[in-house]
């Protein structure tokens, strides 16, 4: 085992198309002076990006009446695509352009940014056990200032040997999504029952993440734990994931690698740190640009001050010849 880079590594020689990065998670507070904790394992500094997904919450199973649910006042966004995936309870979603929705288990809310819009997500009140993801597109930079957009899709299961997937974004097993992207990606919920093995085909041009939600699961022989994130680089035609405890589901992410870099900064995705100041001042300013929230019993979220530096693009790491793991931050 050696150390690299602030990352634990473990190498045996293979090549970058079949080696896999083990990305942990960190626990993050969301949602202001009601905070529920998350388990963040994009962005860090070991992985920017997987394709064009730069941002992956995991959260629960938490029981509302000790953790006060999800309650996030409305907040704007910038650049980027958000997807709402449950596997339990209830998120009412509200955003700047009127949409009122909810988000329930094995259905996909898909809100993008672009330009400028703003929106509220709140569990609700039949709402007893909480727990899901949300996840980050990052637009590209040709339509980084599209026209704001909301769509929402019920996917039907599709059989795999040993279980099912829900296929959110792009295609897997047969099935493609309807909802619209602006970069291929793939997104979907693989769930297998205990001790089955599914070998997936998918894009060699794909770079792909595996979230396990929880028990242990093989991805292509490398055990991957609760929480953890499993990065795979371009170069399979096949992914193999085996169930080896009593869990549920997983989530599988890919996408080509995108090019360029981009600025990362509270709720915003540009390209520049002058991208983000702008997007900051219009927020302060209440400009029309992320438009009003309706119908949220309270008032909308405040800026994080900006740090008195110009903010630095993220790129991803080279692909690592072995396997990692990501040293865990202490708080």
Known sequence: MRREDGVLARGDGESPAVCVEILAARDVPLGGPRAMTVRRTLPQRARTLIGAWCFADHYGPDEVSVSGGMDVAPHPRIGLQTVSWLFSGVIEHRDSLGSHAFVRPGEVNLMTGGHGISHSEVSTPDTTILHGVQLWVALPGEHRDTAPDFQHHVPAPVPLDGGEARVLLG???????????????????????????????????????????????????????????????????????????????????????????????????????????????????????????????????PAPVLPNATLAPRKNAGARGGVTRARRSSR
């Open 171 to 301: 295609s897997l097993a047969g099935d493609t999504s309807p909802v619209g992207t602006f970069t291929p990606l793939l997104g979907a919920e693989v769930t297998l029952v205990p001790g089955a093995t599914a070998a997936l085909d998918v894009d060699p041009g794909f770079e792909h993440g595996v979230l396990v939600d929880s028990g242990d699961v093989r991805v292509d022989g490398t055990v991957v734990r609760p929480a953890e994130l499993a990065y795979a680089a371009p170069g399979r035609r096949t992914l193999t994931l085996t169930n080896e405890a009593p869990g549920t589901a997983r989530m599988l992410l890919g996408g080509p690698p995108l090019p360029g870099e981009i600025v990362m900064w509270w709720n915003f995705v540009g390209r520049t740190h002058d991208d983000i100041v702008r997007a900051l001042e219009d927020w302060a300013d209440r400009s029309e640009r992320f438009g009003l929230v309706e119908g949220y019993p309270g008032d909308r979220l």
